[in-house]
């Protein structure tokens, strides 16, 4: 039995005829994270090389001296203090 599933389900395709995509946005998101665990060495690679690019680096840096870059750094600071904290509980 075929499930009938909303239009506002599925992605935009412009390729398609009726502008969908033919799989569901749950489906794809899952068969994206199935793909990613089953090549997770080569996607640490691929972002091990463009975190490593000079543009990516200098705007890394250039965002943490702005004011947003700070408040995520005390966010995640905040965030680990916390999880050491349970951590050492343990």
Not at 37 to 63: E, F, G, M, S
């Amino acid at each position: 039995m075929e499930k009938v599933i909303s239009k506002c389900n599925f992605y935009r395709d412009a390729r398609s005829a009726d502008g969908f995509l033919h799989i569901c946005i749950p489906c794809k998101r899952n068969d994206i994270e199935e793909n990613r665990a089953l090549k997770r060495d080569y996607y640490r690679a691929q972002d091990r090389i463009r975190n490593a690019r000079p543009d990516r680096v200098a705007a890394r840096q250039t965002y943490a001296h702005t004011q947003a870059g700070r408040a995520a750094r005390q966010r995640a600071h905040r965030r680990w203090k916390a999880f050491k904290a349970l951590e050492s509980r343990a």
